[in-house]
């Protein structure tokens, strides 16, 4: 079970002294892997991950407690080049986040050569007078011959004192010498959070993440994109807890896939998340999912608003 912020009725203890704190924004490209190394550092599933580039589109807090230091990892959505209404929210607000955190870790993907993307991140992050450490991901998938990729990112930070850090966010290989830097790098300063919590977001927020999960896993083309998913309800009895959420689409058309075949799909995202929400709750679990056709949501930011995407202004 993880210790949501609706769960938490913690005190917070006064920190040791030489306790070091602060907040750390994990930054880059889409799919680099900032999801997926949130989880392994705090060591519980908060962030959803998935091969589809764009999954996280909210910026969501993990906090790592030890005896000496307290890390409060902000996970951002990748930056790129927005599209349309909710693209322009997602950049706008990882750029407030470099500017609100402590310190940046800024994630590539090191099993291809850095790309325009991370050149544009790059170049952002040197404006901002946050400070930054390089960490490359996935070594896990690096060829022997490794050098050329690595030069590549290394270049970019040509002009920098950056730090650099490999790891490999699947294996675990180097994160705790990651996490370790990290922790050198902060001030000393105070718990922000109680020692046991390891979110800011309530239950029903990862809830609603766990259903639009599966469908970035089984749906394809552009259906995960234009997906939203509100908790409508939620019933608590002592054997099980209920959980009734709409999936909201922009089409039909949309909403004919999310079904499938005689209510195939739907039942099948429907049984995978029932499980991941069963893990996180750490209890039995009903789901029951129904599918809402919301035309142009995402280029309305009173709709955006509603579905829950902050617009930090
Ligand atoms: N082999 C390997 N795969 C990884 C590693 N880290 C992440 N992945 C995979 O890369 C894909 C993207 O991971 P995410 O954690 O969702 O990436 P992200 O940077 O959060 O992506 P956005 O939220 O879209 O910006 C997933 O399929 C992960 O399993 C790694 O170290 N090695
Ligand atoms: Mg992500």
Not at 39 to 48: D, E, P, S, V, Y
Not at 72 to 81: A, C, Q
Not at 219 to 233: C, D, L, M
């Amino acid at each position: 079970m993880i210790n949501a912020m609706n769960k938490a009725q913690f005190t917070i203890p006064i920190a040791p002294k030489n306790f070091k704190s602060g907040f750390v924004g994990i930054i880059g490209r889409p799919n680099v892997g900032k999801s997926t190394l949130m989880n392994k550092l705090i060591g519980q599933k908060i962030a959803i991950t998935s091969p589809v580039a764009q999954t996280t589109r909210n910026r969501l807090q993990g906090i790592l407690t030890t005896p000496t230091f307290q890390i409060i990892f902000v996970d951002t959505p990748g930056i790129h080049k927005p599209h349309h209404e909710l693209g322009k929210v997602l950049v706008k607000n990882a750029k407030a986040a470099i500017n609100s955190v402590d310190l940046v870790l800024f994630v590539v993907d090191s099993s291809t050569p850095a790309g325009g993307g991370d050149l544009f991140i790059g170049e952002l992050l040197q404006h901002s007078k946050t400070s930054v450490i390089l960490g490359l991901n996935k070594i896990d998938l690096q060829p022997k011959n490794h050098q050329v990729l690595d030069d590549s990112y290394l270049q970019l930070i040509d002009t920098t004192n950056w730090s650099v850090v490999k790891f490999s966010a699947t294996t675990g290989e180097g994160t705790e010498t990651l996490q370790n830097i990290l922790a050198e790098n902060l001030e000393t300063g105070p718990y922000y959070y109680p020692p046991d919590l390891v979110t800011d977001q309530p239950e029903r927020f990862i809830m609603a993440e766990l259903i639009r999960e599966q469908i970035l896993l089984q749906t394809r083309q552009e259906i995960p994109h234009s997906v939203a998913i509100t908790i409508e309800k939620i019933e608590e009895t002592p054997k099980i807890t209920k959980v009734f959420a709409a999936i909201n689409v922009e089409r039909n058309s949309q909403k004919g896939i999310i079904i499938g075949n005689k209510g195939s799909m739907l039942k099948q995202i429907g049984s995978e998340a029932r499980q991941q929400i069963q893990k996180l709750i750490a209890g039995k679990v009903y789901l029951e999912l129904f599918v809402k056709v919301e035309p142009k949501w995402r280029q309305s930011r009173l709709r955006l608003a509603e579905f829950g995407y902050r617009v930090e202004e």
